[in-house]
Structures are given as structure tokens and as C-alpha cells.
């Protein structure tokens, strides 16, 4: 069975300081791979996926993730964080295309000032 | 303006009541979808469904039902034998292929 795991709960980082938020699939076929993000009391808001091709994916708000399927690993990162970018980050891996997704346990990012 | 429309924002429920969740959609996807948030724990799925007048049980189904008798509506009802029901509900839909799900703003229940 595919399954999602975030290993890092709570990270906390400085504002400008570079990012990387883990995340590590089980899956037997090509996975559909997805990154979203979440305001506290909101719904999730897709930054960025991955089908196949490049395996260095572009998303909003200037981040970007990198598929490793030697890892098993789609390690979402982004060069200078800003303290808008506080929220809680959720990996996720689709089976059947996006049809059904299995989801991470989540990451929630604190920004120092 | 297409989007997803959950509401109510939050809710409330009495012991042994059954409420229900609203999910609005105008964006023509077929597919819908519930899932339920817990702290510490992603988002589970509750039900989907593909299509009108057809659904299937997700991962933790026990002590939920729906419907979907218009393409636009996809309701969750929580009924009382969903011991705790306290968590953040979010709607999601499909449009297929490889595009992405999208969510609504969710809905909290709450037991008083």
C-alpha cells in the first residue's frame, strides 16, 4: 500500500534562511507527487506537483521540489523563506493520477523574525 | 467566480445528533471528496465519489454517509455513531487525469 512520510513534525527557521522540508513515499509504480500548503483554519492550496519529466519542479511562491526516485524522496525547498510562508505543509502522493491521494502527517513551519 | 464552498464554517453537534456538512462546487470537476483532519495526522478520506448518483467508502468511513444526487453537491452527513467526531472537515474535487485536487475552506465540528 502507498504511504507518505514527513519526518520532521515542526521545523523552525529564520526569515531569510533557505529551507528544505522532507518527505519520502512508498509507492510500486510512477507516483503522482504533490505539495500543499495550509493556513491555520483553511483548506490547502497546491504549490507545486509532479508527473514524470523533469524531475526538478517549479512551484508558487518560489518554491520548488526534486523528485529522487532512487530516495524515494520529493524534498520540497525554497532559497530564502519569508515569514508569510508560515503554515503547515503537507506532501502527498496520488494513485490512479490525482484520483485518490494518500497524505504526509504534515510539517508545520514557524518563521523567526 | 468557480470554487468550492464548504460550509457552515464551524459547527457544533450534541451528543446522539447527526449534522450535516455542506460542499458546493462550480467548477464542473466529476469528482468530490471528503476528508477529515486530525491534529498530527494529515488528512484521512472519508468518501469519494466519481460520479452522480455513485460514491465509494474511503479509509474511515464507520459513522459517516453521503450522497450525490447533483453533480454540483456532495453532502457529508455525521451521524451519532461516529463516537468522536470533533475535527476539521475539508471537501476536496477532481477534474481527472493528472490535474489536482482542489479543497475547500474546510468546516470545524465541534461537540458541546
Known amino acids: 500500500a502507498q504511504s507518505v512520510t514527513q519526518p520532521d513534525i515542526h521545523i523552525t527557521v529564520s526569515e531569510g534562511a533557505s529551507l528544505e522540508l522532507r518527505c519520502n513515499y512508498s509507492?510500486?509504480?510512477?507516483?503522482?507527487l504533490f505539495w500543499y500548503v495550509q493556513s491555520p483554519g483553511q483548506g490547502l492550496q497546491l504549490l507545486l506537483k509532479y508527473f514524470s519529466g523533469d524531475t526538478l519542479v517549479q512551484g508558487i511562491k518560489g518554491f520548488e521540489a526534486e523528485f529522487k526516485r532512487s530516495q524515494s524522496s520529493f524534498n520540497l525547498r525554497k532559497p530564502s523563506v519569508h515569514w508569510s510562508d508560515a503554515a503547515e505543509y503537507f506532501c502527498?502522493?496520488?494513485?490512479?493520477?490525482?484520483?485518490?491521494?494518500?497524505f504526509g502527517q504534515g510539517t508545520r513551519l514557524t518563521i523567526n523574525p | 467566480d468557480g470554487g468550492i464552498t464548504q460550509s457552515p464554517k464551524y459547527l457544533f453537534r450534541k451528543e446522539g445528533q447527526n449534522v450535516t456538512l455542506s460542499c458546493e462546487q462550480n467548477?464542473?470537476?466529476?469528482?468530490m471528496y471528503w476528508y477529515r483532519q486530525d491534529p498530527g495526522q494529515g488528512l484521512r478520506l472519508i468518501y469519494y465519489?466519481?460520479?452522480?448518483?455513485?460514491?465509494q467508502k474511503g479509509d474511515i468511513a464507520e459513522g459517516y454517509s453521503v450522497s450525490r444526487e447533483k453533480k454540483e453537491s456532495f453532502p457529508l452527513t455525521v451521524t451519532s455513531a461516529q463516537k468522536n467526531p470533533t475535527a476539521f472537515y475539508l471537501c476536496a474535487t477532481h477534474r481527472g487525469g493528472n490535474q489536482p485536487q482542489h479543497f475547500g475552506d474546510g468546516t470545524r465540528l465541534s461537540i458541546l
Open positions: 467548477l464542473n470537476h466529476d469528482a
Open positions: 465519489s466519481q460520479i452522480v448518483n455513485d460514491f
Open positions: 502527498a502522493v496520488g494513485t490512479q493520477g490525482a484520483q485518490k491521494l494518500v
Open positions: 509507492y510500486g509504480a510512477t507516483p503522482y
